[in-house]
């Protein structure tokens, strides 16, 4: 394996720079590890590498004191993320998803914060028939995790489905053309033998990655005016798409956003992404490779906190990538062109848009699961056998069933009424505006409760909004079970970071269109302390709002917080 280099770096590679020189391109020993039949588990290295093959290694950490107790090893399972491009799947796609969530699952579907699906509760040996399947059905799971880029987002939001498509296919063509090229993952999990180049040997080449591919995770968004609601600048690489009358032009650049931080430590720090310029819609492709280039090259490999992209541009300078990437790309981008953001939620129920309907229904966290007074799961299958267009997964975890042709409508409308599926608009707005990362139980990382608790936080705040005259104010709420940020908690106007188990940092400021990050307002406090925080300051929003004056902007004129346009600020 050639070396690669890269400038010197404050100190020397970490163990994750080290595992990814040793994996032979992401090969690792998976292959026997997931032969062994004695452990549910796999290799602590191996679980590092399979993270770019699109699974994480978890355990139920609601049994690990019982199976501890027992001298059991723990309930080790595997979470299974699928890549959907801009949150685009066919109705088979859908369907096939579901099957495998029963068969091999725990009997839910997660619709994540980037648009994509999720398995939990995989058993080890179901794994590679898993993948097998969900491949069978045109659809992928490498790079959905790991040191490279991410599912690409995309508005998907269905009253601008006149330009949709055509910003969903640049979308989804900068997703294929960053798309890891190693044969490891079809070699380990589709069977296929490994092939050989030109010149007859297997000396495999990344083109865009290289042999040690990225310092950390890499995370692209496309958002369309007016709607936000990809949260553009919490992208390592945001587009924005420039419209004229109606038509795309091309995308104004911003760069450096990132959601996710460590407790106690002020070198680390959710930032917000800033605009550099503009280019061309053709061109979009080769600056989003020039700027995944430039943080290949430059991103810091010692230590993985300070990894992220915008490190990185805060270390070098704002003015020095821009020119690195100019240079780069052998041309230089054009002054940004003007945009407006005004929301960044979703728009529930139907619309009618590019003569055709779209349904945008709400699933509270995502969370795709039948319950005995609510057959959530059921009803949305039952729509996929029938629906001849296509499932778009949102950035606020809800489901829109685009495409419906008129002869359709009554059809999926009758489901919808059989199976009590809601289009939000009975919750009151905070509901709607809420989200939730997974958290507990199987999430390793987590602190504190999320998706499990906040629906109930929320049930508490409806009734001191109740009270306030504040049920249909749209708020954006946020929850994450651990700093790492996966429901961009930064980005709240009430934000909740947990830090233990019922304890939370609560956060408030952020701006509605995502444009401002929050900042700390209270740290470790319990339920009992959020609701007394908060009930006297909604009750005095209520009173003293301005006119479309929205909570975040409202906290910081009262003088409860200061606003953080920054995230060199945000600890300040």
């Excluded at 997931?34 to 602590?44: K, L, T």
């Excluded at 059991?72 to 949150?87: K, S, T």
């Amino acid at each position: 394996m050639a070396e690669q280099k890269f400038p010197q770096q404050d100190g020397p590679p970490s163990e994750m720079e080290t595992i990814k020189t040793n994996s032979n391109y992401l090969r690792g020993s998976l292959v026997e590890s997931f032969a062994d039949r004695i452990s549910g588990g796999i290799p602590e290295a191996d679980t590092k590498i399979l993270k770019f093959h699109g699974s994480y290694q978890q355990d139920d950490r609601d049994l690990r004191l019982e199976r501890k107790q027992q001298k059991l090893e723990p309930a080790y399972q595997f979470m299974i993320r699928v890549r959907a491009a801009g949150g685009v799947a066919t109705p088979d796609q859908w369907l096939v998803m579901d099957d495998l969530a029963h068969r091999y699952g725990n009997g839910t579907l997660k619709l994540t914060t980037r648009q994509a699906f999720q398995l939990h509760g995989v058993l080890k040996w179901n794994m590679k028939q898993s993948i097998q399947e969900i491949n069978g059905a045109l659809m992928d799971t490498i790079a959905a995790c790991g040191d490279v880029n991410r599912n690409v987002m995309c508005n998907p939001n269905p009253y601008q489905s006149e330009v949709h498509s055509e910003v969903y296919q640049w979308s989804q063509k900068l997703s294929d053309h960053l798309t890891p090229q190693t044969e490891a993952y079809h070699e380990i999990w589709l069977d296929e033998e490994k092939v050989l180049d030109s010149r007859g040997d297997d000396e495999e080449v990344e083109p865009i990655y290289g042999a040690l591919y990225l310092p950390r995770k890499f995370k692209i968004g496309v958002a369309v005016p007016p709607s936000n609601d990809v949260d553009v600048f919490s992208q390592d690489i945001g587009f924005i798409a420039i419209l004229e009358d109606g038509q795309l032009q091309g995308f104004n650049v911003a760069i450096g956003g990132g959601m996710g931080m460590t407790h106690g430590d002020t070198d680390t720090y959710p930032q917000l992404g800033r605009v550099i310029g503009y280019c061309p819609a053709d061109q979009m492709v080769d600056v989003g490779e020039k700027l995944l280039t430039i943080q290949r090259d430059y991103g810091n490999r010692s230590e993985r906190k300070n990894a992220r992209f915008k490190y990185t541009i805060d270390r070098l300078g704002l003015d020095w990538v821009l020119e690195e990437l100019n240079n780069r790309l052998g041309w230089s981008l054009e002054e940004a062109r003007p945009y407006s953001f005004d929301h960044n939620g979703d728009r529930y129920g139907w619309v009618q848009g590019d003569g055709k309907w779209h349904l945008t229904l709400f699933i509270q966290n995502g969370r795709i699961k039948d319950s005995d007074d609510y057959l959530m799961m059921t009803g949305l299958r039952e729509i996929a056998k029938v629906h001849t267009g296509d499932m778009r997964l949102t950035p606020n975890q809800n489901l829109v069933i685009a495409n419906v042709t008129d002869d359709k409508k009554q059809e999926i409308d009758e489901l919808v009424a059989t199976y009590e599926l809601t289009d939000g608009k009975h919750n009151s707005a905070l509901r709607r505006n809420s989200m939730a990362c997974v958290a507990f139980p199987t999430c390793g990382l987590a602190m504190a409760e999320s998706e499990r608790y906040l629906p109930s936080l929320v049930d508490k705040l409806e009734v001191v909004l109740d009270e306030a005259g504040l049920n249909e104010k749209e708020i954006i709420i946020r929850m994450s079970g651990c700093p790492n940020g996966c429901s961009r908690p930064a980005l709240g106007e009430i934000g909740f970071i947990g830090k233990g188990p019922g304890k939370y940092n609560m956060y408030l400021g952020a701006g509605f269109t995502g444009d401002r990050l929050n900042k700390l307002y209270r740290e470790n406090i319990n339920e009992e302390e959020i609701l007394d925080t908060l009930k006297p300051m909604l009750f005095q929003y209520a009173k003293e709002r301005e006119d479309n004056e929205h909570f975040g902007d409202y906290v910081i004129r009262a003088g409860y917080i200061e606003a953080v346009h920054s995230g060199l600020d945000f600890h300040d």
